[in-house]
């Protein structure tokens, strides 16, 4: 096996996936006509405290599922916060609905359907942006450019890792996974590399679909991937004031939390069993288990 040709194939899925994340958050963001902000900061200042947490609740989701990116959403709310535009409970409510928008992403990865048919919507899109007009036209074609890219790149990143399920050595490696806490380990350190929950639980997708990972270690990689989205926010709240830091260490703990009730019910229940039962499709079962993780 030519290692060497893997791994260079393997980067450039990557390259190619990520890119494709990347371009579709900020076409997405553009096609909205960059009103965002506003509108996160306008549907949640309302009279009554709960009508407001469930606007941010709908809010958060919808503005994530929108940029691709919970950390992105999150910065946001650090900013309003600091600058004293937005209380800290209010942020609570976006909070929650941002990691469950950006579930979206995965269950988008899992239509396999759109694989086929990557080559063929990267082409439709880029036509748009060389022959349209109209600004929101193009942005519509960088979207679609966007999703062709990012989905070629998964489809490189397949090809080249499925040679790896025969590896005895790689097996052996990823067999250690089933123990809940490399596995969590193993996840935060991946995003915090990556710098984004959506691309890595994508990866883990791909890993599944090759056969390179089973369900259960990709279960217990996957809740670290959602607490290392939270190490960004952190980072960002460093020199901000109180509240604003207060809110990176709201989403911390709040993954943190999610991640210890769920391997406490992985040992005690058959929640992984039930799970499992969701879908056939190991990229889907992966995506329904991440966007039942966040909601619950």
Known sequence: MDYVLLVLELLGGVGLFLYGMSLMGSSLEKLAGGSLEKILEKLTT???KRTGQLKGWGLGTGVTAIIQSSAATTLMLIGFVNAGMMQLERSVGIIMGAKLGTTITGQLLATNYISKYAPV?????VAFLMFAKSNNIKSFGQVVASLGILFVGLSTMSTAMRPMAQEEWFINIVANLSNPLLGVLVGVIFTVIIQSASA???VLQIM????V???RPAFYVMLGMNIGASIAPILASIGGKK???RVA???AIFETCGMLIFMLATTFLPVLDWLSMTSGDPSRRIANANTIFNLV
């Not at 919507?121 to 899109?125: D, E, N, R, S």
């Not at 599944?208 to 056969?211: K, T």
């Open 243 to 245: 509240d604003a830091k």
């Open 249 to 251: 260490a709201i989403v």
């Open 46 to 48: 309302g009279k009554s």
């Open 121 to 125: 919507i990267a082409f439709v899109g």
């Open 208 to 211: 599944a679909v090759s056969g």
């Open 200 to 202: 890595s639980v994508g």
């Open 213 to 215: 990972i089973g369900f």
